[in-house]
């Protein structure tokens, strides 16, 4: 059955990929799923933290806020600190970055990825991951020696039973009235970095388990496609799919 916007369950959205978006991170980013937009930067410090320190590893963390109007009413900004929910967002995307970077590589630096939601329509998390990867990959490549730092892509996808069916990669709507609600998280080998799932009106069987797994790997390989398409372009500009 077409959804509301008129996607098949398995389609994505529209996704833009703007890269080199802000002129002074060593990589920079604006992803676009759908009407989500979220803007990811990547900066390179000649440190690391002090529990890093003499190991010769190097380290990759993440921050994530959503700006007041990214959302349909105000919410106040995060003066004291960032929420439990934020908390639990950039934890997810340094978790899922850091998979995929050859850490002992990197010497003793830091790469801060910042990603910064300025509109809201579900899927906030799995955008940062998706175009966050891309904004690491750009920051290392421009730093010598490093080029050879990442192992891999990561990206994410949301999914969901919405009125009996599974969907994939769900908008506000649908994610606000799903019955299950999972967030994947897979590597460009196919591996799963993290699943996230939550039934929010009735239990669900392995069945439907394994059927939004399916669902997430197959948008999850598209998305891989779209930044190792990104990442080899000449025009460092747009991408879509």
């Known amino acids: 059955m077409p959804r509301a916007d008129g996607r098949a369950p398995d389609q994505l959205r529209p ?16 992803v676009e799923f759908g009407a989500t937009k979220v803007i990811c930067t990547a900066s390179v410090e000649e440190r690391v933290p002090q529990f890093l320190k ?21 919410t106040p900004r995060e003066n004291r600190g960032p929420s439990g929910r934020s908390q639990e967002i950039q934890r997810l995307v340094g978790r899922a970055l ?10 003793e630096r830091t790469v801060w990825v910042d990603c910064d939601v300025i509109q809201a329509d579900g899927g906030t998390r799995t955008a940062a ?3 966050g990867f891309i904004a690491v990959a750009d920051a290392l490549g421009r730093v010598a020696g ?6 891999d892509c990561v990206a994410a996808v949301s999914v969901g039973i919405v009125q009996g069916d599974p969907v994939l990669d769900l908008n506000y ?21 993290e699943v996230q799932g939550t039934a929010e009106q009735a239990p ?4 439907r388990l394994d059927a939004l797994l399916a669902l997430a790997e197959r948008g999850i390989r598209r ?19």
Do not use: C
């Open 146 to 151: 490093l080029q050879a730092v990442v192992r």
């Open 204 to 207: 669900f069987d392995r069945a």
């Open 98 to 107: 850091r998979v995929v970077i050859d850490r002992g590589k990197m010497g």
């Open 173 to 193: 709507a649908e994610d606000s009235s799903a019955a299950v609600d999972m967030n994947i998280v897979m590597t460009g080998a196919g591996e799963f970095v």
């Open 223 to 241: 998305l891989i496609g779209l930044q190792r398409q990104a990442l080899d372009a000449r025009d460092r500009r747009v991408l879509t799919l």
């Open 54 to 74: 003499g190991q010769g590893q190097g380290w990759v963390t993440a921050e994530y806020a959503m700006l007041p109007r990214s959302t349909n009413t105000r």
């Open 129 to 131: 991951i998706t175009g």
């Open 15 to 30: 996704i833009v990929v703007t890269r080199d978006f802000l002129l002074h991170p060593e990589g920079s980013v604006l």
